[in-house]
């Protein structure tokens, strides 16, 4: 290394002419970078949605998620199918392992799908999957104050859809909701009756009515024309005039007559919605979704949409509100970490100016700290990573080390500057004498990082972007230590200064003693030793104990609060919206609340295709202030509470993650009573606990519904089968789709009155000539499930409960003891998932993720120090920083989460980098002095580079640690992991001073240490102490 050394310094304009460039393309590639919130991260589920008009929970679970679940189960890399069956809807979702390709995953459910014929009815299964970058990037609300929405539906569509659609990186703008004209025909089942007519007859009459195709060509003149043979139906006034029968089918006897749609119907045209009811501030509206092509900019796209709206010239009914943008997040993200490095890159550097007391010497230094972020942003662009909010926190988090190595070869420059040597010898001498420990306590802080890429699963693709921008910028701080730092060193250092500067200051006087003490004897090494084993163990039993919470991940509050309110199963759409009124008045009169959305059986759910209920309605609020948005959810929710009960609606703070605050206890089996009956034991057993709410299962709704039993020999006496006797029923019931009017037209669709659909009218339902439903079948008023579940074939319920707490994990396992002591019936099996489930396989893997990490630094020792033993005693120092960190968090009320087990990792990759440093001048000075007195000397000449560089990391860390962000972006991730390597450093830092040299003279009195280099001209004399 020493010749790379002086071929620098031999060619210092080419070193400094190449940092430059570096640094101009890392400043181009800033403005190259993709910006988004989240990594566009792929998770692996494929998501399966088949309507089926009509269809009741256990009908879809029978035609649909019954026939999908077998044919999807046992698919390359699958896990689990879950199905859930509803009203009109089935959604089968494929969980794969997080390790396979979602585009293979998704391309091997298609085929299967291909080989599925389903029931006639049911709708093309549509397959999905869920990807960050796949969701909508920007939101708007249209209402329409003048309660117009078909005006409003109208304008976004020609107006407001095609302004947007050329935005600068928007792949799609999608128009969701609103309103069309649309000609409802009514049957009136008694009139039907009257003229012997059934509602399939009517159907048929109607579809034959609505002509429009091609006949063929003709010859007129010279010129072939196209002949269309088309309908004289235009209107509603048109459709009641359509002949759907005679009167002879009435009675043989009577002349015949034309019986014609108006004389059995109402034709009704009027507005109808498209895709649900949506209501935003109390007024009809519909949204508009803007999908962000994945290669674009999402600040760029914000910026080229926002001047589009801007530029609108609307409708002066329309309110055109913002309801989410993904760049608003990225831009605080932007400035709140940038702020945060920028204050912590000046703590540190004035940090080193007051341990060297030198100007010069800290601007020097100081040029690592931009020059390796630079590079990391042009490897991160070079990667194809982009600029989210893990890169971001990964360069903030990394300022605080990316200044070590300079700290490292600058200090000991200065050191044999202080010796009387000119700037060049002295650059030399110093870099490459720490040439080997600068390089190996990189690689070993890099190596740390590694096996986040190795465990796999979430967390291995979520956190990847975070450890490849620590680890490019580790390794660029490290170049830059050795090539540029040395340049710098024997330009603007000057030996006079150093050697003015070269005495003893206040650290020294106390540690020299303190160490000399630790060493003079058996009995102060085993207290020593001792000691730390007690700290340790205390540190280990803490995060054993609930004093320290442990969560999945804190999200942190935003404005915007989602929710759901689930009513009585049957109640209808129009009445759901209704009912919602009360909530949305007092949500709107809330001075916290800047706007309320409620969306009632609407089929998109963030951009995704999903099942809905009549019953269920979602819920999305903005606050004001995100500061305030914990007390609008307590508020708002005992509201919900008192209007809609308890269980029956939930609201939460968005989560642009999965959810960190959720139990959920799961029993199957096949027997449906006795899984109600474990559902409700689980509910009471659950209630029980005071810090969960919101405690629901999802068989605890059941609705009201008609059965109808058909008599096979009667059906048949009749010319009928039981198949056919259902298919023309659900003709009847459903709303039958008969195409456009005149084509072009609004929609037009059938039904039957659903005043009617009563036993008795169902009863007289014509179902062929002469022939009443009653006549072929029974029909009884029957209770029947608001949903079916099943996991893998077999019946499934949930119980769900969201945890009040801190603990979360805590909390979680405390309820899962609990439902285990529940006494199940016969047949149904238990087991729990949610918060705690994810908190143990995360868990598990940063647990793997620090052993391999451990290993991987101990074999990287091995190679620098050719010995087994010293990393031994170098890896000393890593459960020492597990006492500060442990006590940062209990400290600050911090979580145990992942970000927290990333400080960990990164904390022992810093602590053994410092021990690396002493024990490497230990292990060259016990070439020429015993064992007690090398170790004095290590610790007096590595002194003052080991605390520069734990206070430069410290106070670089402060300002994320104290939670300076206010974008609640990055500072979710890098806060509790920058209390952790803060907490970590502090002690760890003490503790190698000390516990380090202990244990390398004990097992040094064995002479099972061996040194590995001779050191030449040891220029610092040994302090007095007592040899080995």
């Keep these: 290394m020493r010749r790379s ?55 879809a679970d029978r035609d649909i998620s019954v026939p999908l679940s077998s044919a999807l189960n046992g698919l390359p890399h699958a896990l689990h199918v879950f199905a859930s069956s509803s009203q009109n809807f089935s959604e089968v979702v494929v969980q794969f392992t997080v390790d396979s390709s979602t585009k293979d995953d998704l391309d091997a459910v298609n085929q299967r799908l291909a080989q599925v014929q389903l029931a006639a009815g049911a709708g093309k299964p549509l397959a999905q999957t869920f990807s960050f970058s796949a969701a909508p990037s920007i939101i708007y609300s249209l209402a329409a104050a003048d309660g117009n929405l078909s005006r409003a539906t109208h304008e976004a569509q020609t107006v407001i859809a095609p302004a947007l659609q050329g935005a600068t990186g928007a792949a799609q703008v999608k128009v969701v909701g609103g309103e069309q004209n649309a000609i409802t025909i009514t049957l009136d089942p008694a009139k039907l009756a009257a003229h012997g007519l059934a509602p399939f007859q009517v159907a048929q009459a109607l579809q034959a009515d609505q002509v429009d195709v091609p006949a063929g060509e003709s010859l007129n003149g010279n010129l072939v024309v196209p002949v269309e043979v088309v309908s004289t139906v235009h209107n509603a006034a048109d459709l009641r005039a359509v002949p759907v029968g005679t009167g002879s089918q009435l009675s043989r006897s009577a002349p015949p007559s034309i019986v014609t749609l108006g004389d059995v119907a109402s034709v009704q045209e009027a507005p109808a919605p498209v895709n649900g009811i949506t209501r935003t501030d109390g007024l009809p509206s519909l949204s508009i979704q803007v999908i962000r092509d994945p290669s674009g900019n999402a600040i760029s796209l914000s910026n080229d949409i926002r001047s589009r709206v801007a530029a609108l010239r609307l409708d002066p009914s329309d309110r055109l509100s913002l309801i989410e943008d993904s760049a608003t997040g990225i831009r605080a993200s932007l400035n709140d970490l940038l702020l945060e490095g920028l204050l912590g890159a000046l703590f540190a550097i004035l940090a080193i100016f007051f341990f060297l007391r030198s100007l010069r010497a800290t601007l020097v230094t100081a040029v690592s700290l931009p020059t390796s972020v630079l590079v990391a942003l042009l490897g991160t662009a070079v990667g194809g990573f982009s600029l989210n909010i893990l890169t971001l926190a990964g360069l903030t988090i990394a300022v605080g080390r990316i200044i070590d190595d300079a700290i490292v070869v600058l200090e000991n420059s200065y050191r044999h500057l202080q010796k009387g040597e000119p700037p060049r010898l002295a650059a030399l001498n110093g870099a490459s004498e720490v040439s080997k420990a600068v390089i190996s306590s990189t690689l070993t802080t890099v190596a740390v990082f590694l096996p986040i890429a190795l465990v796999g699963g979430i967390i291995s693709k979520f956190f990847l972007p975070f450890s490849i921008t620590v680890t490019i910028s580790l390794l660029a701080s490290l170049l830059v230590a050795l090539t540029l730092i040395p340049v710098l060193v024997s330009f603007f250092l000057q030996r006079r200064a150093a050697l003015a500067e070269g005495r003893r200051d206040w650290s020294h006087r106390v540690y020299e003693p303190l160490l000399g003490w630790a060493l003079s ?3 102060t090494k085993t207290i020593v030793v001792v ?122 703070i968005a989560s642009f993650g999965p959810s960190s605050n959720r139990f959920e206890a799961r029993a199957s089996g096949q027997d449906e009573q006795a899984l109600r009956d474990a559902s409700d034991l689980i509910v009471a057993k659950l209630q029980q606990d005071s810090e969960l709410s919101d ?107 969201v945890i009040n707490g801190a603990d979360t994990n805590g909390i979680s396992q405390r309820a899962t003891a609990s439902v285990q002591s529940v006494p199940l019936p016969a047949g149904v099996k238990l087991d729990t998932g949610g918060t705690s489930e994810d908190i143990n396989q995360s868990f598990q893997s940063m647990f793997l993720a620090i052993g391999i990490a451990v290993a991987i630094v101990f074999i990287i020792l091995v190679i620098f120090f050719r010995s087994v033993v010293t990393p031994f005693v170098i890896l000393v120092s890593m459960p020492l920083a597990l006492i500060g960190g442990i006590a940062a968090l209990l400290v600050t009320h911090s979580a145990l989460g992942l970000p927290a087990l990333l400080g960990v990792l990164m904390v022992f990759g810093i602590v053994v980098s410092n021990a690396i440093l002493l024990i490497d001048f230990a292990e060259r000075a016990r070439e020429t002095q015993p064992t007690h007195d090398a170790l004095l000397l290590a610790g007096a000449t590595r002194l003052r580079p080991i605390l520069m560089t734990a206070v430069a990391t410290v106070v670089a860390l402060l300002p994320v640690a104290v939670g300076l962000s206010t974008s609640g972006g990055g500072g979710l991730i890098s806060q509790s992991l920058a209390v952790v390597v803060v907490g970590g450093l502090i002690t760890s830092t003490v503790f190698t001073l000390v516990v380090v040299p202990v244990v390398y003279s004990l097992i040094a009195r064995r002479g099972r240490v061996g040194a590995v280099a001779a050191i030449r001209d040891l220029d610092v004399e040994a302090p007095r102490g007592k040899a080995v």
């Design 531 to 652: 000691a730390a084993t007690l700290l340790f163990a205390l540190a280990v039993g803490l995060v054993a104990s609930p004093l320290v919470a442990k969560n999945f991940f804190d999200f942190g509050s935003t404005e915007q609060l989602q929710g759901t309110v689930s009513l009585p199963p049957g109640t209808s759409s129009d009445q759901t919206i209704e009912q919602l009124k009360t909530f949305e008045d007092a949500a709107m009169a809330d001075p916290d609340v800047k706007l309320v959305q409620v969306t009632v059986a609407s089929s998109d759910y963030g951009g995704y295709t999903a099942g809905f209920s009549t019953n269920h309605a979602r819920l999305l609020l903005l606050t004001r202030d995100k500061r305030r948005s914990s007390a609008v959810v307590n508020r708002l929710q005992q509201r919900l509470n008192v209007l809609y009960g308890i269980g029956n609606a939930q609201l939460a």
């Design 521 to 523: 004897s058996r009995l």
């Design 5 to 59: 050394i002086a071929w620098c310094l031999g060619n210092r304009p080419v070193v400094i002419l190449f940092g430059v460039l570096f640094m101009a393309a890392g400043i181009v590639s800033i403005f190259r970078l993709n910006q988004e919130l989240l990594p566009s991260v792929d998770f692996p589920s494929v998501y399966v949605v088949t309507s089926d008009p009509g269809a009741n929970p256990a009908v």
């Design 695 to 801: 405690i629901q299962s999802d068989l605890a709704a059941a609705k009201p519904q008609l059965t109808v039993d058909v008599d096979p020999a009667k059906a048949s006496a009749r010319g009928l089968s039981p198949r056919v006797v259902a298919q023309l029923v659900s003709q009847a019931l459903s709303a039958v789709p008969l195409g456009n009017l005149g084509g072009n037209g609004p929609p037009v669709s059938l039904r039957l009155d659903p005043a009617s659909v009563t036993v008795d009218r169902l009863g007289a339902l014509p179902v062929g000539p002469g022939a009443a439903l009653k006549d072929v079948a029974t029909i009884t008023n029957q209770v029947a499930p608001d949903s079916i579940n099943r996991r893998d074939g077999t019946r499934l319920v949930a119980v769900s409960a």
